[in-house]
Nanobody, 122 residues
Framework: QLVESGGGLVQTGGSLRLSCAAS????????MAWFRQAPGKEREFVSGIRWGDGYTYYTNSVKGRFTISRDNVKNTLYLQMNSLKPEDTAVYYC?????????????????WGQGTQVTVSS
């Protein structure tokens, strides 16, 4: 089970931290990722982390602004989002992939949270 939280309304240039509480299995052999979906658009990859060693990967549009991390004890995934822009407005989802490679295709992820809305006002 994946439960996201932390979304909200923020002004351009502001920050938010999303959380995804995970339960139901161990995650040492998993990739956890954040995706987002804006109205009328496809769900797109934002960032991923290999749970075992913390290796991370970001889509170009968020590099330098977003930071993905995880807490092994709490089994929680985070996304720190700084310098937010209106184009970051979307529903943000966390997802789990069983495996060792971070992939950006949503079809590669078997488990999904319900999503949390992030709205950045201009």
């Amino acid at each position: 089970q994946l439960v996201e939280s932390g979304g909200g309304l923020v002004q351009t240039g502001g920050s938010l931290r999303l959380s995804c509480a995970a339960s139901g299995r161990t995650f040492s052999d998993c990739i956890m990722a954040w995706f987002r979906q804006a109205p009328g658009k496809e769900r797109e990859f934002v960032s991923g982390i290999r749970w075992g060693d913390g290796y991370t990967y970001y889509t170009n549009s968020v590099k330098g602004r977003f930071t993905i991390s995880r807490d092994n004890v709490k089994n929680t995934l985070y996304l720190q989002m700084n310098s937010l822009k209106p184009e970051d407005t979307a529903v943000y989802y966390c997802a789990v992939r069983i495996g060792s490679s971070i992939v950006t295709n949503k079809a590669g992820y078997a488990y999904w949270g319900q999503g949390t809305q992030v709205t950045v006002s201009s």
